[in-house]
């Protein structure tokens, strides 16, 4: 390789690059960030491969001279703002005085208020007929601060602070966060399992634009807001989901990071810069980045350091020594930023040490604040962060204010009431202080004119959850015939689902507003036909010829496809899911989502969205396909689920089913179509699905009600027998418990009912709810339950089996005349075909016919010899291994 020479190369052109950097100085006042991505630009024009700039100094993005003028009275705001802290403070404090131990966060709030009033003043808009209301998620520990708010706009009074985290005394009280299920015309989106609400406002912003896409939504959009800690962005959710924001060019959205340096223990990164890390991996990912890292003190400051000194020395301290600084003396600020030597002294020659520790950081001051919110709704082409620093716990004083303790603070001992009472300039004596008594302006007063008045330029109250959504027509059951009608080939419940769907979807009515959602598992699931027929929704549409556009299945892509084709990811899939499902609230229109993933990546691995699915009333169904430990067969320990069942009897608001046939799959989806979106009831919908083909079977008469309670009897049992006996099935297992039925008919002179069990946690939320009636109404006709009103009368014993671990259906087991035998999936997967699989865990024909001849020797009507040769004649090793782990 031929050696540059240095020194020969390069005195010539580093002088016109010491020319540039002095000429951008004297242009920009010291401030040089615009001019990187301008000199980036140029240099790669010229064919210099320059790596991307991630990094800009510690400085913020805009300069004083770019800042627009505050349009709001400053006096006023800060008022406003001290009130509202003061209540959030106090309502913390009360609940904690009351009941020990209750919780709640101050400090939160305090180093959040500037950012959260900002935007309450001057940009969250609320929905009026001209526009639609922005959607913001605000951080959940923030919450004291929302409800204080409210408390100053008199939406909500003292009682209901009073009993703040105190919901089932009064009936007044408020939820610990933003939680839409327990305050449904309030709360719009939890958010306090941090990383959720940040990977679910980017999925929001994208469904706004896939709404405006298919002309479902037109006119003005919503600004999606997120307000999250920098603590938060550890979480992998967090940031997990970047670069499809800037990929699809959400510019509808902006992210605000309360960069308060500090998390519930410690330092976020206390050997290093949060800011400048966030920094990097957001401009890294095409995201448009605003730093509000100083306030207005300290423009004189950088004004004066002609050389840029000061720049370099904020950028070389960690955040642990700028923690400190809010806990230590002035002095020490002093020394640690301008103690080099006597040129930087001299720039805080003129202030006190209570001033240089006084000295604002971004994020509390509102003209900087403003400057970003403004800057950010304008940029176009790229969704914006704007990383704003703070000081956790401000104006806690002592006891709280940037001490690694602050996030657990709950209480205030007298003299840091008093001493906050006076830095806020709260209009209250010594000696009410000490009791934090709730203060707000009078009606008609300055302040409470002022608020209102911003409120209503902006078109009412943010946070209000608004229901306003005319119930749809769904389909009558009777077209769906296709499906009641059975089959004559052998199909799955997938392909049998994968039909409805397209049924569904060119249905007149309700056809536009269906949304399949798929991470990357069409062609698994037999659905790419759908890909040409509806197309997959991209913004840009389809810039290139697909490698198979001369087939009639191509991969079609367009700006109005129907399809979000999200790519490998669950959690993404989901939060499209959630956005779809709560556009009846959000955007008052409904929509119908069908997320369809392999099982076990579904509740298992993102359980944690579908539980805040739950809490924010989404409606729409989740379609967990290649169910079943043995029914996956070939695909081993990772893929073969037999638990999610479990999982999905822990959501409240989700009914879970496991159906057989196509016509029960098809019964249960029509009624989800009209108790969700006819009736609007707020709940949601988990089938499994699976990939075994049979001849799907014509519905019976009158079975319709059973399927939906959870339980039907399929099939009688042979007549003229000498035994009874019962056999409840689900998934394709329950065509092992038909075949156990003929074996034991022919063979042991056993006649076994067979049952459809196709829920068994509805099935047992409705036997908990009459038992639970019946002990409190001791004396009253006693209430039957559905499980006992179809079984009680028949003579056991009863056996179940399921691909689905053994307590999905011991749920009913107390229910049950005598008790029930369950056989299921419990371990570990293995990769074998599906009849050694169902041999290994004990659920198929053989092992339900051995099951039932034992139950019915434990009662006496058979001999156990019977059980044994029944073990001998269809050839069980009793010894076999079996997959109990502990
Ligand atoms: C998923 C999850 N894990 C843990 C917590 C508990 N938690 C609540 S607040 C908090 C610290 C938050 O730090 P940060 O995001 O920096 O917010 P700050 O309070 O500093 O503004 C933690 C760990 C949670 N709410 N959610
Ligand atoms: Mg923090």
Redesign the pocket.
């Known amino acids: 390789m031929k050696e540059t020479n240095k020194a020969e190369s390069t005195p010539g052109w580093l002088e016109h690059v010491q020319f540039v950097v002095e000429a951008a100085l004297k242009d920009s006042d010291n401030h040089l960030i615009p001019f990187y991505d301008e000199l980036v630009t140029r240099l790669r024009e010229s064919g210099i491969n320059i790596p991307a700039i991630v990094n800009t100094p510690y400085v913020n993005t805009i300069r004083p001279e770019d800042e627009p003028p505050y349009p709001g009275d400053l006096a006023i705001e800060r008022r406003i703002r001290s009130y509202i802290r003061w209540n959030a403070m106090a309502m913390v404090v009360n609940a904690n005085r009351e009941l020990h131990g209750i919780g709640g966060?101050i400090?939160?709030y305090a180093?959040?208020a500037t950012l959260f009033e900002v935007g309450f003043n001057h940009f969250f808009r609320a929905r009026t007929e001209n526009h639609p209301a922005d959607i913001v998620y605000f951080?959940?520990?923030?919450s004291p601060g929302i409800y204080a708010r409210a408390f100053l706009e008199r939406r909500i009074d003292e009682p209901e602070l009073d009993n703040f985290r105190q919901e089932l005394g009064s009936g007044k009280g408020l939820s610990s966060y933003p939680h839409p299920y327990l305050m449904p015309a309030f709360w719009e989106f939890p958010t306090?399992?941090?990383?959720?609400s940040p990977l679910m406002s980017i999925y929001q912003a994208r469904f706004n634009r896939y709404l405006a896409a298919r002309g479902f939504v037109g006119g003005e959009e919503p600004r999606v807001w997120c307000f999250?800690?920098?603590?938060?962005?550890d979480?992998p959710e967090s940031l997990g989901s970047l670069t499809l924001a800037s990929r699809e060019n959400l510019d509808n959205l902006t992210w605000v990071v309360?960069c308060?340096l500090?998390?519930?223990d410690g330092p976020?990164r206390g050997n290093g810069k949060i800011i400048q890390q966030l920094e990097s991996i957001f401009r890294g990912s095409g995201w448009n980045v605003i730093k509000v890292i100083w306030g207005t003190d300290w423009d004189p400051l950088f004004e004066a350091d002609r050389r840029g000194r000061l720049v370099q020395r904020l950028g070389e301290i960690v955040d642990g020594v700028f923690q400190k600084m809010t806990v230590e003396p002035g002095s020490y600020a002093r020394k640690e930023v301008f103690g080099r030597d006597a040129e930087m002294m001299e720039l805080v020659n003129h202030l006190s040490d209570e001033q240089v520790r006084k000295l604002r950081r971004g994020g509390h001051d509102p003209r900087k604040v403003f400057a970003a919110y403004d800057a950010a709704i304008r940029h176009r082409g790229a969704p914006t962060v704007i990383l704003a620093k703070t000081i956790?716990g401000y104006g806690l004083g002592e006891g709280g204010e940037g001490r690694n303790v602050t996030?657990q603070q709950k209480a205030m001992n007298e003299k840091e009431l008093r001493e906050f009472r006076s830095r806020f300039e709260i209009p209250m004596d010594d000696a009410d202080v000490v009791n934090t008594p709730f203060y707000r302006p009078a009606p008609g007063s300055t302040e409470h004119r002022y608020l209102i008045e911003r409120r209503m330029d902006l078109g009412g109250f943010v946070p209000e959850r608004r229901v306003e959504v005319a119930g749809l027509d769904v389909p009558p059951l009777s077209d769906f015939s296709e499906f009641l009608r059975g089959s004559r080939s052998e199909v799955s419940t997938t392909m049998g689902f994968v039909r409805l769907l397209g049924m569904l979807l060119r249905n007149k009515q309700i056809g536009r507003r269906i949304v399949p959602i798929i991470p990357d598992e069409a062609r698994t699931f037999g659905m790419d036909p759908l890909f040409r027929e509806i197309g997959i929704y991209s913004p840009k549409g389809q810039v290139y010829e697909p490698v198979d556009s001369a087939s009639l299945l191509y991969y079609k892509e367009s700006k109005d496809g129907q399809i979000l084709e999200e790519g490998i990811t669950e959690a993404g899939a989901m939060s499209s899911l959630i956005a779809a499902g709560t556009a009846y609230a959000t955007h008052g229109i409904h929509m119908i989502p069908f997320f369809i993933y392999y099982s076990m990546f579904g509740l298992q691995r993102i359980g944690?969205l579908v539980w805040a699915a739950a809490d924010m009333r989404t409606r729409g169904f989740m379609l967990g396909a290649t169910a079943g430990r043995t029914t996956l067969n070939g695909e081993g320990l990772q893929h073969q689920d037999g638990h999610s069942h479990v999982l999905a009897s822990t959501v409240p608001t989700l009914l879970a089913y496991d159906p057989a046939y196509a016509y029960e799959v098809a019964v249960i989806i029509r009624e989800g179509m009209r108790r969700m979106y006819q009736n609007g009831e707020d709940i949601f919908y988990y089938l499994t699905l699976y990939n075994e083909n049979y001849t799907m079977p014509e519905m019976p008469e009158g079975v319709e009600s059973g399927i939906l309670k959870g339980l039907y009897r399929f099939r009688g049992g042979a007549e003229g027998k000498t035994h009874k006996a019962h056999i409840l099935g689900s998934g394709p297992l329950l065509n092992h418990a038909l075949r156990a039925q003929t074996i034991l008919a022919d063979q042991y002179d056993v006649s076994a009912d067979v049952w459809s069990a196709t829920s068994y946690k509805l099935l047992r939320n409705d036997a908990l709810g009459a038992r639970r009636w019946n002990m409190l109404h001791p004396e009253s006709e006693p209430r039957v339950s559905y499980v006992e009103s179809v079984l009680g009368s028949e003579t056991g014993p009863f056996v179940a089996v399921s691909d689905y671990m053994k307590i999905v259906p011991d749920q009913v087991a107390p229910w049950v005349p005598g008790g029930l035998i369950t056989l299921g999936t419990d371990g570990f997967g293995r990769s074998d075909s599906r009849s050694r699989l169902r041999r290994f865990f004990e659920v198929d024909a053989e092992t339900t016919v051995i099951a039932t001849l034992w139950a019915l020797a434990r009662e006496g009507r058979v001999a156990m010899d019977t059980v044994s040769k029944a073990i001998r004649d269809l050839d069980v090793n009793p010894e076999k291994e079996f997959p109990f782990v502990v």
């Open positions: 966060h400090s939160t180093s959040a951080q959940g520990h923030a306090v399992s941090m990383g959720l999250l800690g920098d603590g938060e962005t979480e309360n308060n500090q998390r519930l976020v956790k996030h944690d």
